[in-house]
C-alpha cells in the first residue's frame, strides 16, 4: 500500500505510516481547529493497514502538545489499533514524553487504562 | 490621542500581556498562539508552568473560536450582529491568567453555567473521571468536544474557573471565563 507522508505546521504534527519500513509515527504538536479533518487520512490508512499489517507494528506517539479535539482523534487512532491486536496482530504503543512533563505522562496513563492493546510509556 | 497613556498604564497596571477585541479566526488564533509562546520563551519561564499556560491559552482560544461558530445567524433586528470576542492574557506575581468573552444566547446559560459548576465542584480525581467519561463518550450528552474542553482547561489549570454572565438583551448575555495556572510549580 501507498506510505503516507504528512509534513509538519504549527499546529498540526509530522505523521509517518510507511509500512515498507515498518515506521508508524506521530510526532510534533497536534492543535488545529478541525483535528477530525486533519486525522480522517490517518485513520483510513490504518483502517487499510490492518487488512493485512506486518507481523509486528510498533506504533510511536510523541506529542509536545496536543489539544481535546486532537484527543478523541488519537484515541480512535488507538481503538484501530487495539482492534488489529484483538483480531490476533502484534500490535504495540509508544508514548514517548519529555520526561518532565508530567501532564503528558498523565494522559498517556488515561489512554492506558482505557485501552486493552500493549501501551508503553516512554519518558524520554 | 490622550486616551492612549491611560490605556498603556491601565495595561500595565492590570499585568496585561495581551489584549485582543474583535473576530475571532483561525489564523488569529494561530498569531495570538505563536506570539505568546515566543513572549514566554523569551522571558525564561519556568518550562512546566510554560506548558501549562499555552496548553490552557489553546483551549480556551478554540473554545471561543468554534463557540462563536456554533451560534446560528443572528437576526438584523438584534442589537448584537458580530461575531466578536474579547481575548486577554495576563500574568500576575503569582500565576497567569487567561480571560475570553463572547456573547452567548441566553438558552444556553443553564447549561453551561451547570457544567462549569459541575467542573469548579469536582476534585483532581474527580475531573480525570469526567474526562475519561466524556472522551470514550459516556459523560454528558452533546455534540462535539466543548464539554472536553473546559474539563481540561480546569484539569491543567489546578484552580476554580471563573465565570461570568452579563446580560446583554432578552437574547443574549456576555460570557466571560477566567482560567489560571500557577507560575510557582508544584514540588
Redesign the interface.
Known amino acids: 500500500m501507498r506510505n503516507l507522508v504528512i509534513e509538519p505546521t504549527?499546529?498540526t504534527p509530522k505523521v509517518i505510516l510507511n509500512a515498507d519500513l515498518g515506521i508508524f509515527e506521530i510526532t510534533g504538536r497536534s492543535?488545529p481547529?478541525d483535528a477530525i479533518g486533519f486525522y480522517r487520512k490517518v485513520l483510513d490508512w490504518i483502517e487499510e493497514y490492518s487488512k493485512s499489517p506486518l507481523s509486528e507494528t510498533v506504533f510511536k506517539f510523541q506529542l509536545e502538545?496536543f489539544?481535546?479535539?486532537s484527543?478523541?482523534c488519537l484515541?480512535d487512532i488507538f481503538r484501530k489499533l487495539e482492534r488489529m491486536h484483538k483480531n490476533g496482530n502484534k500490535v504495540q504503543i509508544r508514548w514517548h514524553y519529555d520526561s518532565?512533563?508530567?501532564?503528558m505522562a498523565?494522559t498517556g496513563q488515561?489512554y492506558q487504562?482505557?485501552l486493552d492493546v500493549p501501551f508503553e510509556l516512554v519518558p524520554v | 490621542m490622550s486616551m492612549t497613556y491611560s490605556y498603556y498604564k491601565n495595561m500595565q497596571l492590570n499585568n496585561i500581556i495581551f489584549v485582543y477585541q474583535g473576530e475571532v479566526t483561525a489564523d488569529l488564533v494561530s498569531s495570538i498562539l505563536q506570539m505568546v509562546e515566543n513572549k514566554l520563551e523569551g522571558e525564561g519561564e519556568d518550562r512546566k508552568v510554560k506548558k501549562r499556560v499555552f496548553n490552557v491559552m489553546v483551549e480556551c482560544l478554540q473554545n471561543v473560536y468554534h463557540h462563536l461558530d456554533a451560534l446560528p445567524p443572528t437576526d438584523p433586528s438584534n442589537p448584537v450582529r458580530d461575531k466578536t470576542a474579547l481575548l486577554m492574557i495576563g500574568r500576575e506575581e503569582k500565576d497567569y491568567y487567561i480571560i475570553t468573552g463572547n456573547h452567548v444566547l441566553n438558552d444556553r446559560i443553564p447549561d453551561l453555567k451547570a457544567r462549569l459548576d459541575r467542573i469548579n465542584r469536582s476534585s483532581k480525581e474527580e475531573l480525570k473521571q469526567l474526562y475519561q467519561e466524556v472522551l470514550t463518550g459516556t459523560g454528558f450528552s452533546e455534540k462535539g468536544t466543548a464539554g472536553l474542553g473546559m474539563i481540561d482547561i480546569a484539569r491543567k489549570s489546578g484552580q476554580r474557573l471563573g465565570y461570568d454572565f452579563h446580560p446583554v438583551n432578552e437574547k443574549y448575555s456576555f460570557f466571560s471565563l477566567e482560567a489560571r495556572v500557577s507560575r510557582i510549580p508544584e514540588k
Open positions: 504549527s499546529k492543535i481547529e502538545y489539544n481535546t479535539s484527543s478523541k484515541l518532565d512533563d508530567e501532564d498523565e488515561d487504562a482505557l
